[in-house]
């Protein structure tokens, strides 16, 4: 079991720029797929970026492409998402997750997944962005 612990999320103008960390901690795999999703009232929790340990390579839902950048520090065991140009529906509740690259590799972890792939969720970070 992995558990994660997200940080970060604030209240913002639209324009401005939040980055949110996720502290990953207990079991450790080789190679992770990691992951940032955000859900809305009413909505389903949707994924925002993801990234692949073992060749870092990442992938962006269309909405965020060129403005958020999905990032690790392996010797912190801390993921990053940097957001910049926030706009008012990047509001939400912002969720870190990780599971084993052996289960979800490189091309899964590309946007090939949904959340039900994942097994370990840290508790969520409220991004609110006003125009």
């Known amino acids: 079991q992995v558990q994660l612990v997200e940080s970060g999320g604030d209240s913002v103008q639209a324009g401005g720029s939040l980055r949110l960390s996720c502290v990953a901690s207990?079991?450790?795999?080789?190679?992770?797929?990691m992951a940032w999703f955000r859900q809305t009232p009413g909505k389903e929790r949707e994924a925002v970026a993801s990234?692949?340990?073992?060749?870092?390579?990442?992938y962006y839902v269309d909405s965020v492409k060129g403005r958020f950048t999905i990032s690790r520090d392996k010797d912190k065991n801390t993921l990053y998402l940097q957001m910049n140009s926030l706009k008012t529906e990047d509001t939400g509740m912002y969720y870190c997750?990780?599971?084993?690259?052996?289960?979800?590799?490189?091309?899964?972890?590309?946007?090939?997944?949904?959340?039900?792939?994942?097994?370990?969720w840290g508790q969520g970070t409220q991004v609110t962005v006003s125009s």
């Open positions: 990234l692949y340990t073992g060749t870092s390579s990442t």
């Open positions: 207990g079991d450790t795999w080789s190679t992770y797929c």
């Open positions: 997750t990780a599971g084993a690259g052996s289960l979800l590799g490189p091309t899964a972890c590309s946007g090939y997944f949904d959340e039900s792939d994942f097994a370990n």
